[in-house]
């Protein structure tokens, strides 16, 4: 009997390994390892400066003005469930603080605000959340430029030529 139990537990142990094993012949695109070569370490998500860097190569205008941090968020939402893990405050050149609403520090007026966010998902909930509540006050409208898990916030004083240039850059995040 305890014969018995010991073959059929690993009979049991052996399934399971075997469901959990994935075959060479495998056609799920994700999964690009076969049992000859380990799969590459997923690469760490953009945070916000990382992001900003890259950003700021391709559109030389923009210029880092403030990295946020849990004791200077004005939004309380650095580091809270769902929200982003980390931002940057930015300027564009282009825009004359004289001429924006907001000229306090760090607002998006003035140039705009890298968000980077632990889930895709999150940074899209973020983006339409604040299309959301602007829809309806221009004095508070913005571009928003989602790639994969980091927010481009601009500032709505930019010609849409001129935030288009974010968006191409946002769109070449990695």
Do not use: W
Not at 105 to 124: C, I, Q, R, T
């Amino acid at each position: 009997m305890n014969r018995t139990l010991t073959a059929a537990g690993a009979a049991v142990i052996l399934a399971t390994l075997a469901a959990c094993s994935s075959s060479s012949g495998s056609t799920d695109s994700g999964n690009k390892a076969n049992n000859d070569s380990i799969a590459p370490a997923a690469s760490k998500p953009l945070t916000a400066s990382t992001a900003f860097t890259q950003l700021s190569a391709k559109v030389s205008t923009a210029k880092l003005s403030d990295t946020v941090t849990a004791a200077n968020d004005g939004n309380h939402l650095l580091g809270r469930p769902n929200q982003y893990t980390s931002k940057v405050d930015f300027t564009d050149s282009r825009i004359k603080a004289a001429d924006v609403t907001d000229s306090s520090k760090g607002s998006v007026d003035l140039g705009g605000a890298v968000e980077a966010f632990s889930s895709p998902a999150d940074a899209k909930t973020r983006a339409a959340y604040i299309q959301a509540v602007t829809k309806s006050m221009p004095a508070l409208a913005e571009y928003d430029y989602v790639h994969g898990t980091v927010l481009v916030r601009v500032s709505h004083y930019l010609t849409p030529d001129q935030a288009a240039a974010y968006k191409t850059a946002a769109d070449s995040l990695g």
